[in-house]
């Protein structure tokens, strides 16, 4: 039974000097981002923070986060259910509170906000609170310092004790990974096609969209080339118009340990007016550093790491609802129509079907045909 996640967002006027027991000391605990540490696909450019508590069962609580806007790209918070590891749902840095209403649409770094979250009771009574800052700057917390988290009745809205804190969970590797529900192989041509994910199991981002394709360097085809027309990205700024996501990125990583080997950012990619290309590879082969030879020619490159089983993974961050490279999400993978054979669904439930040419489509080649159409590029 799902949990129903409420967002508030209003000041009730008390003053947390006079009630300390009501703060959350230290609640926060970092989940590291770093290539090859932890499970759970991290991107590698996004700090991660948590705070696992419990709730007695017969305990409502309201809990009342204030922070300072973070330098960065984007920041969000999203409350997950313990036991399966899936949101419940996200507010993304766009509806945070401001306290001051003037600066409520815009987004000003070191600016206070304020957010009221209410887990409602069910079932389950163990809760995750994540806090992302993707690209941020000066440090892992954009600067500023975390947010601080207090404790209220949501009846009398009196202070009330910090819910009780968990250890926080080992990051989810591959026991909790169905194989059988791993998207398509590339084709026998080599061709490959990319797919929608729940991201379920995983602490998947609300604000997120997946798109995920499974990759094969067997053979000597060592390499994957990716095209995909590019969305516009970035903060919204007044007088331009609103890109069509706030940031997109692709990351490799192992379907068995679900640990991420690399990652690109959007602010990292050179973007190109039509097609633009994503080269995937070992960074040295047969002695030649294509990476470096990447780097020369302008050409975007993503070393594909030493993952067992690979997958790439396609994010799309606040993906605008016009933006016609949105995922569509009636073709999720796996696929939960019964009456469709697995080479059907392999065919119909590839993304490009429905999103053009924004939806990745790439190719397996071996060491020449890379180098070859590195060439072609200069």
Known sequence: MWLRVFFIF????????AFSFNFCRSPWVEFSSEPGRLGAFPETHV???????????????KLRIKGLV?????????????????????????????????????????????????????????????YRIYLPQDDIQGGVNLPTIEAFDPETHLPTHCPQKLEAL???????????????????????????????????NADNQYLVARLDFSQKKSFALFRFKSPSFGLEKQGHPQPQVRYFSFCMGS????????????????????????????????????????????????PKGKNFIPL???????????????VDTRFLWPPENEQLSKEEASSSYAQHNFLGSYSPVGKQLDLYESLTWIKSKH
């Open 255 to 302: 379907a068995k340990t679900t640990r991420t080997s690399g990652c690109i950012s959007d602010a990292e990619f050179k973007i190109t007016d039509n097609e633009t290309f994503l080269l995937v590879g070992p960074e040295i082969e047969d002695g030649i550093n294509v990476r470096d030879l990447c780097k020369a020619n302008g050409i975007n490159f993503l």
């Open 47 to 61: 700090s991660y923070f948590r705070f696992s508590f419990q709730l007695p069962r017969d305990q409502k609580i």
């Open 312 to 326: 790439i993974i396609y994010r799309n961050v606040l993906a605008r609802e016009d933006f016609p490279g949105r």
């Open 10 to 17: 209003f000041l009730l006027g008390l003053t947390p000097s």
């Open 170 to 204: 080992p990051a989810p590797e591959g026991s909790l990974f169905e194989f059988a529900n791993l998207p398509p192989k590339p084709t026998e041509k080599g061709d490959i096609f990319f797919y929608a994910s729940r991201g379920l199991g995983f602490y998947n």
């Open 70 to 130: 973070p330098k960065g790209r984007y920041s969000t918070l999203n409350l997950y259910d313990q036991d399966t590891r899936s949101s419940l749902g996200s507010i993304p840095d766009s509806q945070f509170q401001m306290d001051n209403p003037e600066l409520q649409s815009q987004l000003h770094p070191g600016e206070p906000f304020t957010v009221w979250l209410t887990p409602a009771q069910a079932l389950n009574h163990t809760f995750e609170l994540w």
